[in-house]
């Protein structure tokens, strides 16, 4: 306990007042209102959403050439978690505040429990900012009220995309803490980024054609098993799991994942489901997400509470 | 008696290299002890493992009877630590700095103000506390981190280098306030360095680091004895000029072993202050000594002599 709540105060205030955070912020909110009002312009797209779920368009409609508010989430959120993260130990480290900091009567883990909870708290209150915009002109454009599924799908939403940039943030703590130079740390922090939301969909497509490939003629068991194989690998991406949790969530027309055979669902109405129901598909998503990012985070803590404290 | 610092068999090693290799040391309450060694002798890393801030291979280490590696807190409560490069938060203030470390440490606000205002003045940085630590010099930056060292009103100080890349008059500065922690608040110092002339000057005890442990430790007497001693003294004197016979006469004067002559300069090697002997044989041999001199070691030289020899 000792030192968190000083050392948890310190890091918001910091973060909050840092060139980085403001960048961020503004970068996020441009993000926010220009999805919002393009979504706005292009009612149309929304055709295929059931009516009582219109608002839910707003995030997850892509209006002409630019792509969906979820997309944005899933390909630029881990840059807000890795910015946040890659200098927080290495960045102490290399301005000599570390050996400062912990020769203080403070647990060791306080330094890192403390960097986290803020780094968190800001990515929260980032997405809060940005949901808020996006609902706000929603509701204006639309002109009624938001009915409380809505706005419980989009609470779940909000909370897998918190857990979703926490898990980059943890990713980046760790770098800081494995690597001495900051420069190292934010290389290899690109590295993850690029390898996670980009070729780990190549080499899936490209395992699972070698294993079952797909031919102009296959029986539905071989295209199900590519699809199978496909989405085991995609399972170790915390993107991957995050675009499911996301569709899943936003969607509540989605029944299931992967290939569907015809005659699975032949005789089924097309209503919605519940939220509840949404949230049974995705669950195995959903815990493997949290998994990732407290493994990560638990890593980071075992690492850094070996480490030597020098300053360079 | 109850040791502040007491380290046995301390060992550290990293990846096959021996950093620390049985270092045993001992420091009593009150006393400023100097740690001397070159670079890579091993202090920081033995000053580390006194902190708790990483572990040892082997040994253990005790500061005022709490263990490092398993009570760290404790002792991080009572010792204060400069360490070798000190860094503050460039975007707080030199006051605001301060009152983070009051605050890790726990001290309630009521109190650390008063506090933080008095280190700031015994440091001598009353009037720039609300700059930006950022902006602070090197030696301003190392006079903060003795005030950091201070605020927390520690018994037992550790200053890692106190005195590197600060000008003479800053490290006069330092080299007084570290006197003054120790006679007006009765701190015990553990100071490490390179500088032997500053170290002699306000050490009581120092303890030369070799290859991961203390292979002399003493006062600078006895220190400077333990190595010279084998070497004797050494006489300079100016003669008013070299007479035949002269050198003869003085080499066999009991207890002379050899002499060095450049121009009238005599320099004579000897088990001990033979002054007066030498003296006499010179006026005898008709001429009379112009200057003379014993040689007074300074540590520079007993630390330079002594790497030389290994
Ligand atoms: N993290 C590390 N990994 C490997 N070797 C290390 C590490 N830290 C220190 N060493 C080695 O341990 C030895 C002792 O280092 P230490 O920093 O304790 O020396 P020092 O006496 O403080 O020297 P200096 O006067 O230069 O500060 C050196 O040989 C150094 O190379
Ligand atoms: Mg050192």
Known sequence: ?????????????????????????????????????????????????????????????????????????????????????????????????????????????????????????????????????????????????????????????????????????????????????????????????????????????????????????????????????????????????????????????VRAFGFINPAQISGLLPTPLSLGQSLMIVWPEFVGLVALMLICFAVSYVVFMRQEIRSL | MEWVVEANQLKKVYNGVKAVDGMDLRIKEGEIFGFLGPNGAGKTTTILMLLGLTEPTSG?????????????????????????????????????????????????????????????????????????????????????????????????????????????????????LIRKMKEEKNITILLSSHFLHQVQRICDRIGIVSQGKIVIEGSVDEVGEKIMGEGGTQIQVQVSQLTPGLLDSIKEIEGVRDIDVSGNFLNIRCDRDLRLEVSRAIVEKGCFPLLFKTQDYTLEEIYVRYFRER
């Open chain 1, 1 to 253: 306990m000792s030192g968190i709540r000083v050392i948890l105060w310190k890091e918001m205030v910091d973060y909050f007042g840092s060139k980085r955070f403001l960048i961020l912020f503004i970068i996020i909110c441009l993000t926010g209102i220009s999805v919002a009002y393009l979504a706005s312009q292009n009612l149309g797209s929304f055709a295929h959403i059931p009516g009582e779920f219109l608002l839910l368009g707003f995030f997850i409609s892509s209006a002409g050439s630019l792509p969906s508010f979820t997309f944005f989430v899933s390909f630029f959120g881990p840059l807000i978690g890795l910015i946040l993260g890659f200098d927080a130990i290495s960045g102490e480290r290399s301005r000599g505040t570390i050996s400062m900091v912990l020769s203080q009567p403070v647990f060791r883990d306080s330094l890192i429990n403390g960097k986290f909870l803020a780094g968190l708290a800001t990515i929260a209150v980032m997405f809060v900012s940005i949901f808020l915009i996006i609902l706000g002109l929603g509701i204006w454009t639309l002109g009624f009220s938001p009915n409380l599924e809505e706005i419980s799908r989009i609470g779940v939403y909000y909370l897998a995309s918190v857990v979703y940039v926490g898990f980059w943030l943890s990713l980046g703590i760790l770098f800081s803490i494995l690597f001495r130079r900051t420069s190292s740390s934010a290389l290899t922090s690109i590295m993850m980024w690029i390898f996670f939301t980009f070729f780990i969909y190549m080499i899936a497509n490209v395992v699972a054609d070698q294993i079952a490939p797909v031919a102009a003629v296959t029986t539905p068991e071989v295209v199900a098993k590519n699809e199978a194989i496909r989405r085991m690998i995609l399972r170790i991406s915390p993107a991957a799991l995050f675009d499911q949790i996301a569709t899943a969530v936003l969607n509540p027309s």
């Open chain 2, 60 to 176: 253990e280490v005790k500061v005022f009877g709490y263990n490092s590696t398993k009570n760290p807190l404790e002792v991080k409560r009572i010792t204060g630590y400069l360490p070798e490069n000190i860094g503050f938060y460039e975007d707080l203030t030199a006051r605001e700095n301060l009152i983070y470390i009051t605050k890790l440490n726990g001290i309630p606000p009521s109190e650390s103000a008063a506090r933080v205002e008095e280190v700031l003045s015994v440091v001598g940085l009353s009037e720039v506390a609300d700059k930006e630590a950022g902006k602070f010099s090197r030696g301003m930056l190392q006079r903060l981190g003795m005030a950091a060292t201070l605020v927390k009103q520690p018994k037992l100080v550790i200053l890692d280098e106190p005195t590197l890349g600060i000008d003479p008059e800053g490290v006069e500065q330092i080299l007084n």
